[in-house]
């Protein structure tokens, strides 16, 4: 009897370890196959307006049809990155649904009040963590809804709590705000970099308002050399982001970039800036180089729009010839 106790006793530690291998690339899986399509884009939203996934072992990702944010449950408590107006009340009913720890730590993402102003609705014993210039930014701002953090750091920053690791960095240069950061968790194999991209959908109007556009058209292959990641968090759109989203964007920007300098060098252009030329006086340069840059942008954003990337990607069309616009500035005037 002992003995069929122990053999059943053995099959059920083989059984529950084989089930929690299962579980971690069943998740995963299933969030590749269903919440990360475009099926899934267009699939409405419950009607609470919100909906959650798990996207890693302990990890969920909440989202209404353009926020999304996500939290870690770790062995002592909850880990919220991101506090969005827009989500953070959500958020707070979501981990109650799924836990009863307390949340103990909210790290703010940049300064910007769509991605900080929910920071306020999480209980004061939560550690609030902001990279150093982030929190003098809300210190300018002094905004009740963005609380001063209790924690600050540069270049780098670890936090570890209940068996979670959440590394920070500071890549030293932004592609977005006046302050960005990566964070990045190991286990789960999630990267969050919050603004950098629209995950199945073209870039957002000046490539997401870039503070530093060149760093920003790096960055791509910068962050997939670096992070070994199955997903990545970008605070917008209803799907999380997968590793294949960032190839492809990083696939557009390359094609962007071919465009351009086809378009610059091509004959078209240059018969253009010959009229522009007849169009102002000698004392118009103004007005010819905003024509030269305006004749450039509309062409390549006529030739993208013509592509196939039209079928790759949700509404190309949109912000096309302002993307060109911030690409020739920064590519043909700027770069040295
Ligand atoms: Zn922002």
């Known amino acids: 009897?002992?003995?069929?106790?122990?053999?059943?006793?053995?099959?059920?530690?083989?059984?529950?370890?084989?089930f929690a291998q299962e579980t971690d690339e069943q998740i995963k899986s299933e969030v590749?196959?269903?919440?990360?399509?475009?099926?899934?884009?267009?699939?409405?939203?419950?009607?609470?307006?919100y909906n959650y996934f798990k996207v890693a072992k302990d990890t969920y990702f909440v989202h209404n049809d353009f926020d999304n944010m996500v939290f870690f449950v770790t062995k002592k408590g909850v880990v919220v990155v991101d506090p969005k107006p827009a989500l953070s009340q959500t958020v707070i009913e979501v981990i109650k649904?799924?836990?009863?720890?307390?949340?103990?730590?909210?790290?703010?993402?940049?300064?910007?009040?769509?991605?900080?102003?929910?920071?306020?609705?999480?209980?004061?014993?939560?550690?609030?963590?902001?990279?150093?210039?982030?929190?003098e930014f809300m210190a300018i701002a002094n905004d009740p809804m963005r609380p001063?953090?209790?924690?600050?750091?540069?270049?780098?920053?670890?936090l570890t709590t209940g068996g979670f690791t959440l590394e920070m960095k500071d890549l030293g240069r932004n592609w977005h705000s006046q302050q960005d950061v990566i964070m990045y968790a190991p286990k789960q194999k999630i990267l969050i970099a919050i603004?950098?991209?629209?995950?199945?959908?073209?870039?957002?109007?000046?490539?997401?308002?870039?503070?530093?556009?060149?760093?920003?058209?790096g960055l791509p292959d910068l962050l997939m050399n670096t992070y070994d990641f199955d997903f990545v968090v970008v605070g917008h759109e209803k799907i999380i982001?997968?590793?294949a989203h960032m190839e492809k964007y990083n696939a557009l920007l390359v094609d962007m970039k071919n465009i351009l300098i086809e378009v610059v060098k091509s004959p078209v252009y240059q018969v253009?800036?010959?009229?522009?030329?007849?169009?102002?006086?000698?004392?118009?340069?103004?007005?010819?180089y905003k024509a030269g840059i305006t004749s450039a942008?509309?062409?390549?954003?006529?030739?993208?729009?013509?592509?196939?990337?039209?079928?790759?990607?949700?509404?190309?069309?949109?912000?096309?010839?302002?993307?060109?616009?911030?690409?020739?500035?920064?590519?043909?005037?700027?770069?040295?």
């Not at 009897?1 to 084989?18: W, Y």
């Not at 001063?148 to 670890?158: K, Y």
């Not at 800036?273 to 007005?287: I, L, N």
């Open 272 to 288: 253009l800036g010959e009229q522009t030329d007849k169009r102002f006086a000698e004392f118009e340069v103004h007005y010819k």
């Open 195 to 217: 603004d950098m991209f629209h995950p199945d959908a073209a870039p957002w109007i000046h490539f997401g308002e870039s503070s530093d556009p060149m760093f920003a058209f």
């Open 97 to 135: 649904e799924v836990t009863d720890k307390p949340i103990t730590h909210v790290v703010y993402s940049h300064h910007h009040r769509d991605h900080s102003q929910g920071a306020y609705l999480f209980p004061e014993s939560a550690e609030l963590i902001a990279h150093k210039k982030v929190a």
């Open 241 to 243: 982001g997968t590793k």
């Open 1 to 18: 009897m002992k003995i069929i106790k122990f053999a059943f006793f053995c099959l059920l530690l083989f059984s529950v370890t084989v």
């Open 297 to 336: 942008m509309n062409l390549c954003a006529q030739k993208l729009i013509e592509s196939d990337w039209s079928k790759k990607l949700r509404n190309i069309e949109l912000n096309a010839a302002e993307n060109f616009q911030t690409m020739f500035m920064h590519i043909i005037v700027l770069d040295p």
């Open 32 to 49: 590749l196959a269903k919440y990360s399509t475009r099926d899934y884009v267009f699939t409405p939203l419950p009607d609470r307006g």
């Open 148 to 158: 001063a953090p209790d924690v600050t750091w540069t270049d780098t920053f670890t």
